[in-house]
């Protein structure tokens, strides 16, 4: 297992659609534990695979994030939202791409949601609360789509602005 980098916003990367699986291989297995070591690490409740610079339909989540909490790393390859609830909710997103930034973005409070496992198989599942909140982040991410994206134009230009000086501080401290 290994650590991998975290794209920071802008990055063209975070902007472009990715690729399907096409086969669960050894190399997609291994790319599931690189992203859940990097996602435990940040410390982070999900991480999809164009954040680390990877263009696979790939994202893994753990949203058991309270102490004592019993872990449940989830990798979902190829996911589609099959169903959205009516219903909305309000949710104050972070993203490790983003970091530090957090804002009030509305989603369907349900989702459904079919992927392709590491065993090969096709699974659904119905979330609700973070959980949904987090898998429809990360999809999004799997979209080209940032969190901000969501947000009034004005308020993305200046969480943009602060990333380039973040880039550009981290770039002098090397
Ligand atoms: O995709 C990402 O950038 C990860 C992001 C996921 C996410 C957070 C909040 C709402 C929707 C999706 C994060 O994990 S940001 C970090 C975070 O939220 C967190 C970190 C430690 C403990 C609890 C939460
Ligand atoms: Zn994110």
Redesign the pocket.
């Known amino acids: 297992m290994a650590l991998r980098s975290?794209l920071i916003h802008p990055d063209p990367r975070l902007k472009k659609p990715a690729d399907p699986v096409t086969e669960v291989t050894d190399d997609i297995r291994r790319l599931a534990d690189d992203m859940l070591e990097t996602?435990y690490d940040?410390?982070?409740?999900?991480?999809?695979a164009p954040?680390i610079a990877v263009m696979s339909r790939v994202?893994v989540?753990d949203?058991m994030?309270d102490e004592g909490d019993t872990p449940r790393p989830m990798v979902l390859l190829n996911p589609t939202v099959t169903w959205s609830s009516e219903e909305t909710g309000v949710?104050?997103?972070?993203?490790?791409?983003?970091p530090e930034q957090?804002a009030e973005?509305t989603r369907p409070s349900e989702v459904e949601v079919a992927w392709l496992g590491l065993d090969g198989q096709m699974h659904s599942e119905k979330f609700d609360g973070?959980w949904s909140?987090?898998v429809?982040?990360?999809i999004d991410?799997l979209n080209g789509k940032l969190?901000i994206d969501y947000l009034k134009p004005l308020k993305r230009q200046m969480i943009t602005r602060k990333m380039q000086k973040l880039k550009r501080e981290r770039a002098r401290a090397g």
């Open positions: 975290i996602m940040a410390p982070g409740i999900g991480l999809a954040q994202l989540m949203c994030k949710y104050e997103e972070g993203c490790l791409s983003i957090y973005v973070l909140t987090c429809q982040h990360e991410h969190f």
